[in-house]
């Protein structure tokens, strides 16, 4: 089992340019929760998808940021039109969704840097 | 929604002393806190969890004590070692949120040969 798999491990993008962020869960797992860490500070929550739909959005800033999670294919986060305030690491974490809460597991993160 | 809150920010300890962490949460439905360690450029990684079933959970050097009433769970580490230093995060999760977890704020564990 690979665990949870995120690509690109850094990137850089000008501001105003877009960020595509990938993240492959762990095989067999449904659920993906995708949370952000600024310098020095910790994981904020952004969104939780399983398969095709959206189950919490509470933490995604209201514009140019968007996630999915397709039928196929990894799940993306997606941000339009970046600012030097995005910059940050982002992380992907993926769980089976059984209930109960289980542990999620984390992928090495997405070091975003805008220039 | 819930808030976790998590002191102190900055923790240094000598090698074999004790590491105390405490950290509190705001929604009561929450039943399950997990804590994750972070050392620096990596991933969060699980390092132990406790479920509001039960009060106290250990794990070798790390334990895990729970007061539901008070609302607050703290993490203990005894004879620390220089490769304990990293950031903790201590979470809060309601069981109709899955696994999505709120994290506290983080406390950076020096620990000093």
């Known amino acids: 089992n690979a665990g949870v798999m995120q690509n690109p491990r850094h990137l850089v993008r000008r501001r105003g340019q877009e960020a595509r962020l990938r993240c492959s869960p762990m095989?067999?797992?449904?659920?993906v929760y995708w949370y952000r860490q600024l310098p020095e500070e910790g994981l904020k929550f952004m969104v939780y998808?399983?398969?095709?739909?959206?189950?919490?959005e509470s933490g995604m800033p209201k514009e140019r940021f968007s996630a999915e999670f397709p039928k196929e294919g990894p799940s993306i986060l997606r941000i339009q039109q970046v600012v030097r305030g995005d910059s940050a690491a982002y992380f992907c974490?993926?769980?089976?969704?059984?209930?109960?809460?289980?542990?999620?597991?984390f992928g090495q993160g997405t070091r975003l840097t805008v220039v | 929604g819930e808030n976790v809150e998590q002191h102190p920010s900055t923790l240094s300890v000598q090698e074999g002393d004790s590491a105390v962490i405490k950290c509190t949460y705001s929604?009561?439905?929450?039943?399950?806190f997990p804590w994750y360690k972070q050392e620096l450029g990596k991933r969060p990684q699980l390092i132990i969890d406790?479920?509001?079933?039960?009060g106290e959970k250990k794990d070798q050097r790390i334990a895990v004590t729970l007061n539901k009433t008070a609302k607050h769970f703290s993490l203990h580490i005894t004879e620390t070692q220089p490769e304990d230093s990293a950031v903790y995060f201590c979470?809060?999760?309601?069981?109709?949120?899955?696994?999505?977890?709120?994290f506290g704020p983080g406390t950076s564990l020096s620990v000093i040969p």
């Open positions: 979470a809060a999760s309601p069981k109709t949120s899955y696994d999505k977890v709120i």
């Open positions: 406790i479920r509001s079933n039960v």
């Open positions: 998808l399983q398969k095709e739909n959206i189950i919490d």
């Open positions: 929604d009561s439905a929450s039943n399950y």
């Open positions: 974490a993926s769980s089976p969704g059984l209930g109960g809460n289980t542990e999620a597991f």
């Open positions: 095989k067999g797992h449904s659920h």
